[in-house]
């Protein structure tokens, strides 16, 4: 017999209700956490409201309202936000890198294939540079304060952008030695080292942005650390819509590559690729306009 689902205000309901709570940001949580837990009390929280409430997390991080945050915490919470979505857009990267540049599929009699790849490689180099430059002067002001309190756990927050993609391409090598293809990785083994690989990403991601929320830091380092992750998520996602055009061309006029004349992938990647976009360039514009204002004052 099947179980029955979780009626509202069941346990199960309302461990379902806090965690989708959870999902918003803390500064939302700490001011209206409170009123909404006591409405889902009084109302029930059934499933539909349930997946209303987390879906709102989504604008809460994107479009935070300003009357929670200062202007450095502005911008931290951007820097959060555009790391999570630049991280994504990193993975969708690598991911047409793989299945297009990897597999030199450059038709020749259509440029616009390789011009894509061309302004692709660009924006991608350009962005990688911008978070490296604008983000480790943050990083080192971050892991020198933690070191100083000696905060364990904010160190570990901070070593997870090399930890984690370091044991995930450590076990990649070793997955791939183990199953000895000899024409390649078969498409499950390719689709789970890419939710491996996203997954690696999120934690790296995940990282800083709780050491960025528990740390606090102010001053040049994360005015100049968000100002870099406007160049960050513009390039990165002028590198997504450079990979879009490449892929509508290969659709467009290399139907024979493999893959190339299913639809559903480009299904899938165009409304990734267009979201984190978005996220990134809405939530680095709101970090850039918050350390002008932060100079101005």
Known sequence: MNAAPPQAGSPGTSMLARAALALYPAAWRARYGDEVRALLDDSGAG??????????????????????YDRPARMRASLATVLAAWTVLTGLAL????????????????????WSYWVF??????????VAVGGLPL?????????????????????????????YLAALSVTVRLIRPVH?????????????????GGIAAAGPGLALRRLRPRGPAVRLAARAAGVAAA??????AASIAAVVGLYSW????????????????????????????????????AARSDIAA
């Open 121 to 130: 490689d660009g924006a991608v180099l350009v962005s990688m540079l911008a």
């Open 47 to 68: 499933p539909r409201t349930i997946a209303s409430l987390a879906w709102r997390a989504l604008p809460a991080w994107v479009w935070p309202p300003r009357h929670l």
């Open 184 to 200: 390649g990785v078969g498409p499950w083994w390719f689709l789970a080292f890419v939710a491996g690989g996203f997954a690696a």
């Open 254 to 289: 290399a139907p024979q590559y493999a893959g190339y004349h299913e639809s559903w992938p480009l299904g899938i990647y165009l409304p990734m690729v267009l979201l984190a976009a978005a996220v990134a360039m809405v939530s680095a514009t709101r970090g850039v306009r």
């Open 139 to 167: 990083w080192l002001l971050m892991m020198r304060s933690a070191r100083r309190e000696h905060r364990s756990r904010d160190i570990a927050y901070l070593l997870s952008p090399v930890v984690a993609p370091a044991i």
């Open 235 to 240: 390039t990165m996602s002028l590198a997504g």
């Open 95 to 114: 991911v047409f890198t793989q299945l297009t540049q990897a597999q030199y599929l450059r038709p020749a009699s259509h440029p616009v294939v390789q």
